[in-house]
């Protein structure tokens, strides 16, 4: 049953903070951020923008796109770590902003694999019979849970939204193989403390910043490198593809070296990665959503192309996808 991506859209809010911004906040420098991460610059909200504003954005970009109106939708996933707050979910405030008004809509938390936890949730409901056209979000206010003392983690995430409408088509290709996992042993990894249920917020909580992520950032690293190689390779061989008939893999965009060494050991070409980290810095569940946007936008993926979509995240959680771009 062929389900395709019939549109794209994301949002990466106005104000850009640059390294050479984050050199006067912390003790750090534009050469160590470009040469450790490859991050330039990231974007980030407006202090009266919340996840759902830039997943609004995003959402609209990409029904436009589809030529999908929101009465049309009965599915609306918003993945996010970040939502506006703990209760109603994020999606529910796009649900109403769009006017969406068919659609069920929930909140999905797989961090930074959240948009193929997604996409693969959208693609199970679609398969069903019971649901047609869903629209798949991932949005993040990275910002609002960075400790903005933290120089090891403040310089590597940004906000943004990125978004896909998700339907059934009979034209052949569209959503093929994937392979999603999950490690809940090694959250203590990366992860947000306190604000929960666990430890809820307490004045002690917040002096020691335990309302922010904590990591541990090369343990993330190798853990991110080895498991977004294997998805990759194990996807490859179910497939029967070879890597260089790959037209683009789109990565999750945490780091320019988690990126290169994936390309390395999975054998594809420079050329063939897509890499926005730069602009975007890490934008959580919002990452590969953005990127497949720009990919689309600047014309990267023609029909029939073969693509490869890639992500790890807090959890640990971590997924892959393959599918055959149409223009369904
Ligand atoms: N500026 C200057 N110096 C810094 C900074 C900074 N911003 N941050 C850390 N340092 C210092 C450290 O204190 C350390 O100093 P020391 O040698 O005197 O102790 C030195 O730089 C090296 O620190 P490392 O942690 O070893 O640096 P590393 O090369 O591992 O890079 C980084 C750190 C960029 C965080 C890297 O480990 C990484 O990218 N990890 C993956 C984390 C990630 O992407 N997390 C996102 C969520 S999960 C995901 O999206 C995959």
């Known amino acids: 049953m062929p389900i395709h991506i019939t549109g794209t859209g994301s949002y990466t809010p106005e104000r850009v903070l640059t390294n050479a911004d984050l050199e006067a906040m912390v003790d750090t420098s534009d050469e160590w951020i470009r040469t450790r991460t490859g991050i330039h610059q990231r974007h980030i909200k407006a202090e009266d923008q919340a996840t759902s504003d830039l997943a609004l954005e995003a959402a609209q970009a990409a029904l436009d796109a589809a030529g999908v109106s929101a009465e049309e939708l009965d599915v609306l996933l918003v993945a996010t770590c970040t939502p ?60 609002s849970i960075v400790n903005w003392e933290d120089r090891t983690t403040c310089i590597l995430f940004g906000d943004g939204a ?17 392979s999603l996992g999950a490690n809940g042993a090694l959250k203590e990894l990366l992860n947000i403390p306190a604000g929960g249920s666990r430890e809820p917020l307490s004045e002690e909580a917040l002096q020691d910043h335990r309302n922010c992520i904590k990591m541990s950032g090369q343990e993330v690293f190798k853990h991110a490198v080895s498991h977004m190689t294997r998805t990759a390779k194990q996807l490859l061989a179910e497939a029967d593809w070879q890597a260089d008939e790959l037209a683009l893999v789109i990565p999750h965009q945490a780091n320019q070296r988690i990126l290169e060494a994936i390309r390395s050991r999975v054998g594809v070409e420079k050329d063939k990665v897509f890499v926005n980290v730069d602009r975007t810095g890490n934008t959580s569940a919002a990452s590969v959503g953005i990127a497949l946007d720009e990919a689309v936008r600047s014309g990267r993926l023609q029909p029939g192309d073969k693509v490869m979509l890639l992500a790890f995240g807090a959890g640990f959680t971590w997924g892959g996808f393959l599918l055959e771009w149409s223009k369904a």
Do not use: W
């Not at 707050?85 to 006017?99: E, N």
């Not at 069903?128 to 949005?139: D, F, M, N, T, Y």
């Open 84 to 143: 506006d707050s703990p209760m109603p979910g994020s999606a529910t405030i796009v649900q109403d902003k769009l006017g969406a008004k068919n659609a069920f809509a929930m909140d999905l938390n797989a961090a930074c694999s959240g948009f193929l936890y997604a996409l693969e949730c959208a693609r199970g409901l679609l398969e069903s019979g019971r649901h047609r056209k869903a629209l798949v979000i991932g949005a993040e206010s990275m910002s």
């Open 162 to 178: 990125g978004a896909a409408v998700v339907e059934y088509r009979e034209t052949p290709g569209g959503l093929g193989l994937a």
